[in-house]
C-alpha cells in the first residue's frame, strides 16, 4: 500500500538533492506516492511567504515530508523555515545519526553516534529584544515539559534500538537554572523509566573536547537546543562533513526528514552537489513509515558503491571526480544488480 509523502526541493542545490533522493527511492521499489510543495526563498517570491500554509497542511495530514536544504538569511530576512516547521508541527526531537561511512577517510574509522536535540525552545525560541540603544537581550527558553520529553524520547529511542548510553552535554554549572531543569528531567526520567540504560553528564566544553579526541565511547548525545545544533555539525566533521549526515525532526503526529547541510548556492546547477545526506535521510524515512527492504536496498547500495572508491562514482566532497548525477545512477545501477 502507498504512503503519501511530502517532497519540498528547497532552494539552492536542494531541487538537485531531491530529485536524486526521489530517484533513488523509486528504484528501490518504495511504494510512495511523492506530493511536491514549496518552501524557500522560492516559495517566498512566488506565494508571498517562505512556508505557505499549504505546505503545512499537507504535512499535517500526511504526517511525513522529506525536505531538501533552504537558504536562512543570516543577520536579516525571513525567519528559519526550518525553526518554524519544527515549532508548528512540534517537530521536538531532532534525532542526527553520525556514523563512519565505508570509503570515506577521516582521522576516525568507528565513530557510531546519535545525537538527540531539544528542538522547541532554548535560546532558538527567538525571543530578542534590543532593550536600549545598543543593548540587545535574547532569551533562553526552558519547560519542564518540553525537558522531560526529549529525555523520554532518548531513552526510548535507547531502548528500541538496543543502545546503552545516553549523555547529556549542558552547561549548568554556568545556566544553573535553565540547564539544571534539564538536567533535573533527564535524571528523573533515567531513574524512573530507564534505569537499565547507562546515563551519564559532561559539560559541553569538556564533551567537545572528548569527542575529538576519542569519539568511540560515545553512543547516544541528549542535548538542548543550541548545544545539540553545534554539537551535531561537530560530529559530522568526524565522519567526513555534512554530505554523509542524515536529519529527522520528529514529533508525536509528524516527522521532517532532511539533510542538515545548507542550500549552497554557489554550486547549485553545477551538478556538483552531494545527494547522499538526503538519501540517507530518505532511508530513515523509509524505516519510520515501515518500508525496510526498500530502506536496506539503499543503504546497501550506497555502503557498497562508497567502499568500491570509484572515484568518478563520487562527488568532490568525499574524495571524488564526479557528480550528482554520476553518483545517483551509481546507486541506482547497484539497486537494480540486487
Same mark, same amino acid.
Given at each position: ?6 517532497? /519540498? ?59 531538501? +536544504? ?7 530576512? &525571513? ?24 570509503? @570515506? ?13 531539544? =528542538?522547541?525552545? %532554548? ?26 520529553? /526529549?529525555?523520554?524520547?532518548? &531513552? ?55 569527542? @575529538?579526541?576519542? +569519539?568511540?565511547? &560515545? ?30 525532526? /520528529? ?5 521532517? &526528514? ?15 552537489? =552531494? +545527494? ?43 574524495? %571524488? ?18
Amino acid at each position: 500500500m502507498a504512503h503519501t509523502v511530502c517532497l /519540498i526541493p528547497g532552494d539552492g542545490i536542494g531541487p538537485e538533492v531531491a530529485e536524486a533522493a526521489r530517484a533513488v527511492i523509486d528504484a528501490a521499489g518504495a511504494s510512495i506516492e511523492w506530493i511536491l510543495l514549496p518552501a524557500g526563498a522560492a516559495a517566498a517570491e512566488e506565494y508571498g511567504e517562505v512556508l505557505p500554509a499549504m505546505t503545512l497542511d499537507a504535512i499535517s495530514t500526511h504526517q511525513v515530508a522529506l525536505k531538501g +536544504p533552504v537558504t536562512t538569511p543570516i543577520g536579516k530576512g &525571513f525567519a528559519s523555515v526550518n525553526v518554524q516547521l519544527r515549532k508548528k508541527l512540534n517537530l521536538y526531537a531532532a534525532v542526527r545519526p553520525v556514523r563512519s561511512m565505508p570509503g @570515506v577517510k577521516t582521522r576516525y574509522d568507528d565513530v557510531e553516534l546519535v545525537v538527540i536535540r531539544e =528542538n522547541t525552545e %532554548g535560546l532558538y525560541s527567538g525571543i530578542e529584544n534590543e532593550i536600549t540603544d545598543g543593548v540587545v537581550t535574547s532569551l533562553k527558553v526552558a519547560t519542564r515539559k518540553a525537558c522531560t520529553r /526529549i529525555a523520554r524520547f532518548a &531513552f526510548n529511542y535507547a531502548r528500541e534500538r538496543e543502545r546503552n548510553r545516553v549523555t547529556v552535554f549542558h552547561k549548568a554549572n554556568i545556566m544553573k537554572v535553565s540547564d539544571g531543569l534539564f538536567l533535573e528531567c533527564a535524571r528523573a526520567v533515567h531513574e524512573q523509566e530507564a534505569s537499565n540504560v547507562t546515563y551519564d553528564e559532561l559539560i559541553i566544553d569538556n564533551g567537545c573536547m572528548q569527542l @575529538v579526541r576519542d +569519539p568511540s565511547p &560515545f553512543d547516544i548525545l541528549l542535548l538542548e537546543n543550541l548545544y545539540g545544533d553545534v554539537v551535531s555539525d561537530l560530529c559530522a566533521g568526524l565522519v567526513g562533513g555534512l554530505g554523509v549526515v542524515p536529519g529527522a525532526n /520528529i514529533g508525536d503526529d509528524c516527522a521532517v &526528514f532532511e539533510a542538515v547541510h545548507g542550500s549552497a548556492p554557489d554550486i547549485a546547477g553545477k551538478d556538483l552537489a =552531494n +545527494p547522499l545526506a538526503l538519501i540517507m535521510s530518505g532511508v530513515m524515512m523509509l524505516n519510520h513509515i515501515g518500508q525496510i527492504e526498500a530502506a536496506d536496498r539503499i543503504k546497501d547500495a550506497y555502503n557498497a558503491v562508497l567502499a568500491e572508491g570509484n572515484t568518478q562514482e563520487r562527488t568532490r566532497d568525499i574524495g %571524488g571526480t564526479g557528480g550528482t548525477k554520476a553518483f545517483t545512477q551509481a546507486l541506482i545501477r547497484r539497486i537494480e544488480a540486487g
